[in-house]
């Protein structure tokens, strides 16, 4: 049964436009990777996903692959999602990464794309996927037959656009123009890596974007919590990812006291800003005209809420991006 949700709840979440596409995403998105499914089990999704919902926040984001085991966040989110008004969400999943044993339950081939879609529309409980991504290019299948895959998938009725996922610009614009000799389904959005500890797509990936009308919602805008103030005191938090999934030796191997360092100042320029690092992090995100959502994480509600109020603070000085990347920026 669909749920009453907030009435107010387009009235304050900005929605831009996917590149030049007809497609609106909130600027701030949800995906469940580790967390729901994962780390975090189906009563943390459902107020996670409800909340968000009511806060505007309309895409919610998935792979075959996410969860505990892989698979299990489609699962778990697709139980909560029968319960939400399915015409007012945008839903992606993405196929690329190992998934079943033997040669065809990972990478790009048709065989596997397609088989993947449709198992991920089973498990989730879907007719469709707003989005369906490749998820990672593949050295070794002709980008034809992966860019086709995708085709079929739009043709077919199983998604209405299609996306591609850390592809490097070269390989992006490679993408965009098979799909226009072919007259296939468009590469509507690219979902890249990005935060103000990586900006490799700054300058190899979004000249292309923004030449091609190509939407871009980068993913794990926070470093996977690294760009919050939960690991700056030395402790790991119980509940963190890094205690319950990923282990202390990710923190030490992403935080080493360079790293640290410029986390902390970072940390002291967000308090000025009266904001957490966690929302600096996300406004620094969505500053750029080229980015269309930012696709975050959550373990809870309060952590949603919290990110989405960075919406009420997006404004940077001069002197603030210059400090920042002064501090971001590595050393030629
Ligand atoms: N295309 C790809 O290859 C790819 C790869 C990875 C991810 N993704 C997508 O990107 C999504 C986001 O990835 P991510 O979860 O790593 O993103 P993230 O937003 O960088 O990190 C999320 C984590 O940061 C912490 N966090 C979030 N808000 C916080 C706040 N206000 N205060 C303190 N901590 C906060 C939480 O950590 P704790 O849980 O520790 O509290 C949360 O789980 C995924 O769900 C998936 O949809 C795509």
Known sequence: ??????????????????????????????????????????????????????????????????????????????????????????????????????????????????????????????????????????????????????????????????????????????????????????????QPYFNMLSRTIEWDLLPQTERFGTGVIPFCPLASGLLTDKYLGGDIPAESRAARKWGPEWVEKNLRPERRRVLVELNDMAKSRGQTLAQMALAWTLRLPAITSALIGASSVRQIEENVATLDNLAFTEEELNRIDSLTMKKP
């Open 1 to 190: 049964m669909i749920r009453e949700f907030a009435e107010g709840r387009y009235d304050r979440m900005p929605y831009r436009r996917c590149g030049r596409s007809g497609l609106l995403l909130p600027a701030i998105s949800l995906g469940a990777w580790e967390t729901f499914g994962g780390y975090r089990d189906e009563s943390v999704a459902r107020e996670c996903l409800f909340r968000a919902f009511d806060l505007g926040i309309t895409h919610f984001d998935f792979a075959n692959n996410y969860g505990t085991p892989p698979g299990n966040a489609e699962v778990v989110c697709g139980h909560v999602i029968r319960e939400m008004p399915r015409d007012e969400l945008i839903i992606s999943s993405k196929a690329g990464y190992r998934m079943w044993p033997g040669p065809y339950g990972e990478w790009g081939s048709r065989k596997y794309l397609i088989a993947s879609c449709d198992q991920s529309l089973k498990r989730m409980g879907l007719d469709y996927f707003d989005i369906f991504y490749s998820h990672r290019p593949d050295p070794d299948t002709p980008l034809e037959e992966t860019l086709g895959a995708l085709d079929t998938l739009v043709k077919q009725g199983k998604a209405l656009y299609a996306g591609v996922s850390s592809y490097s610009g070269a390989q992006f614009a490679d993408s965009v123009r098979i799909c226009e000799r072919h007259d296939w389904a468009p590469v509507t959005i690219h």
